[in-house]
């Protein structure tokens, strides 16, 4: 399977807890978004990497909120003392490099739900 | 001000019918591009077909077809010979010429349920 790749699919975790999500992109994406969908809403950007540079930030994502690509291949997406407001689904996509500024398309994953007790 | 508005929050279609969702949007960059995605109950978001606000002619992809109206700044997906595997949520989205590269917005989502 070449798609885009998110473990887990599911965590659930207890407030204050930290989670850490991965996402492995498409091997030939250099671009990498993190969105948040809640129940029901559509997805919401979050975060946005070429290659191994964060160059996109949502308000949408706090302090508590912190997204790495070290090496411009796989991304992983932490979240700190975590809350109730942040149960929601957490999509991963990457996008062909060739994509112009209207017409890119991204690639999702599956998803990691997250629940917060 | 919501930049994309689905107001159908469930359809019903029977098999082999054809369906239509709706979708407006709101912008003011003249450069944008229109996307419908399908999301099954697995969680995956499946992308169906592209508009670019500069396209003359409708976007189509298989039994897909996006009816753009430009002026009234409609985006609405037409399946057409409507199958049970086409059951999912449907999801319209928005991307600026001006923003972020791969910055979508999305609209809330259609419940498409097609009965047989």
């Known amino acids: 399977d070449t798609g885009v790749s998110q473990n887990p699919r599911h965590k659930i975790t207890k407030r204050g807890q930290n989670v850490t999500f991965r996402c492995d992109p498409i091997?030939?994406?250099?671009?990498l978004y993190w969105y948040r969908q809640t129940l029901g809403q559509g997805p919401e950007f979050l975060t946005y990497?070429?290659?191994?540079?964060?160059?996109?930030k949502s308000r949408l994502l706090s302090d508590r909120f912190s997204a790495e690509r070290p090496k411009g291949s796989f991304s992983t997406l932490e979240i700190q003392r975590t809350e109730q407001g942040d149960s929601a689904m957490y999509l991963c996509?990457?996008?062909?490099?060739?994509?112009?500024?209207?017409?890119?398309?991204?690639?999702f994953g599956s998803g990691t739900q997250l629940s917060v007790l | 001000a919501q930049k994309i508005t689905q107001t159908q929050p469930g359809m019903f279609v029977q098999e082999k019918e054809a369906v239509t969702l709706d979708c407006t949007y709101d912008?003011?960059?003249?450069?944008?591009?229109l996307f419908w995605y399908k999301q099954p109950s697995s969680g995956e978001m499946i992308f169906l077909i592209y508009?670019?606000?500069?396209?003359?002619q409708n976007a189509t992809e298989g039994r897909y077809s996006l009816n753009f109206q430009k002026a009234r700044k409609s985006a609405n997906l037409v399946i057409s010979a409507s199958q049970l595997g086409d059951s999912a949520m449907y999801f319209c989205?928005?991307?600026?010429?001006?923003?972020?590269?791969?910055?979508?917005?999305f609209g809330r989502g259609t419940q498409l349920t097609v009965w047989p």
């Open positions: 996509a990457s996008s062909d490099p060739g994509q112009g500024a209207t017409n890119e398309k991204l690639f």
């Open positions: 091997s030939e994406h250099n671009r």
């Open positions: 990497f070429q290659n191994e540079a964060q160059l996109e």
């Open positions: 912008t003011s960059d003249p450069s944008y591009g």
């Open positions: 508009q670019g606000s500069y396209d003359q």
């Open positions: 989205a928005m991307i600026e010429g001006g923003s972020t590269l791969g910055r979508l917005y």
